[in-house]
């Protein structure tokens, strides 16, 4: 088990509570978290580019990658084997509303 595996998320919800300790009862973490969620649609989209990347480096033997099962891992974060609407649903349920202050 790689170590992100256990800390899948947190950084997320650790940035937004600390936007919220900043500004109590307003939107700026819902509008973080909807970045953050625009951000994870771009690299689906462009997932293909970077899985053609990736086998590059592994090929290049860069430490971080050394087999193909690194890219493996990759796919299965950036959830390619779902569709987009389950995504979406996914990344919803799993950062919250966003809200400030129990909103």
């Known amino acids: ?6 800390t899948d998320g947190v950084l997320i919800r650790w940035l937004a509570s600390a936007l919220c300790a ?3 009862f307003s939107l700026v973490p819902q509008k973080f ?15 293909n580019l ?4 990736f086998g590059l480096m592994v ?7 050394i087999k193909e099962t690194d890219i493996y891992y990759m796919r299965d ?3 390619l ?16 509303s966003g809200r400030c202050g129990g909103a």
Do not use: D, N, Q
């Not at 779902?82 to 996914?90: C, L, N, P, Q, Y």
């Open 1 to 6: 088990m790689r170590s992100s595996e256990s």
């Open 22 to 24: 900043f500004a109590p």
């Open 33 to 47: 978290l909807e970045y953050c969620s625009k951000a994870f649609r771009i690299l689906r989209v462009h997932a």
């Open 50 to 53: 970077l899985e053609s990347l």
């Open 59 to 65: 090929a290049a033997g860069m430490p971080e990658l």
């Open 77 to 79: 974060k950036l959830l």
């Open 81 to 96: 084997h779902e569709k987009e609407s389950k995504v979406r649903t996914h990344t919803k349920a799993r950062h919250g």
